[in-house]
């Protein structure tokens, strides 16, 4: 089963809102990932947890603040949005310990921010 | 540095022929290289991947790709397209030495006429 989902399917908010992302995977994996993606274009990385630590942040501004509370879950934590954080946001998965990594992705968030 | 470049912004065929959807790559190292799918509205699903084992890679839905290191390229192929194959598809590459950090090509939209 190679399974990331994601929660909520789709996310209305106002600039003053705070809401979170959910994303769970039960495959093992040790590296789990954020990107966005906006209409028309391939997703840009945004960060990157190996063994539930973050190792890379892509200057993502503050208001996304992401957590990795166990193995299996990540979240983003969204704060004081702007309208051009409207997009597909999308998490993905990988196995550690090897160079020929595949990263596997869920069907992702649809966020609007108004 | 790594880089992909998808030769066509836009392809259509009609339904029952071939498709060809052309990448180029350019990587210091022996890349691991990919193609993905991405139905509208929906996350991306791996087709393939190669990794440095036979350089024809056969994928899902009889998609295949043969990876060619003297034309460092990594052309994605079916016999005969289906209404269902319409979508954007994307290749991507990643070093050994930075599996983290994919490098997604611009994309190529799949357009399938009846």
């Known amino acids: 089963d190679t399974e990331v989902t994601q929660t909520p399917k789709h996310l209305v908010m106002g600039m003053t809102n705070k809401k979170s992302l959910k994303c769970e995977q039960h495959?093992?994996?040790?590296?789990m990932y954020w990107y966005k993606q906006k209409a028309k274009k391939p997703p840009e990385l945004m960060f990157v947890y190996s063994y539930e630590k973050l190792s890379i942040n892509e200057s993502v501004p503050s208001r996304f603040s992401p957590e990795c509370p166990n193995s299996s879950l990540l979240n983003l934590h969204l704060h004081a949005l702007q309208p051009e954080d409207s997009a597909l946001y999308l998490c993905?998965?990988?196995?550690?310990?090897?160079?020929?990594?595949?990263?596997?992705f869920g069907p992702g968030t649809r966020l609007l921010v108004l | 540095a790594q880089s992909v470049t998808q030769l066509d912004s836009h392809v259509s065929v009609s339904e029952g022929t071939p498709v060809l959807l052309r990448c180029n790559y350019s990587?210091?190292?022996?890349?691991?290289l990919f193609w993905y799918v991405q139905h509208p509205n929906k996350g991306l699903q791996l087709l393939l991947k190669y990794t440095s084992a036979a350089t024809l890679v056969k994928g899902i839905n009889g998609f295949e790709a043969e990876f060619k290191k003297s034309e460092t390229s990594f052309h994605l192929t079916k016999p005969s397209a289906h209404m269902s194959d319409a979508a954007e598809y994307f290749c991507v590459v990643s070093d050994p030495g930075s599996a983290r950090q994919l490098t997604f090509g611009s994309g190529t939209q799949l357009t399938v006429l009846p």
């Open positions: 990587s210091s190292y022996s890349p691991s």
């Open positions: 495959m093992g994996h040790r590296a």
């Open positions: 993905a998965s990988s196995q550690l310990g090897t160079s020929q990594e595949t990263q596997y």
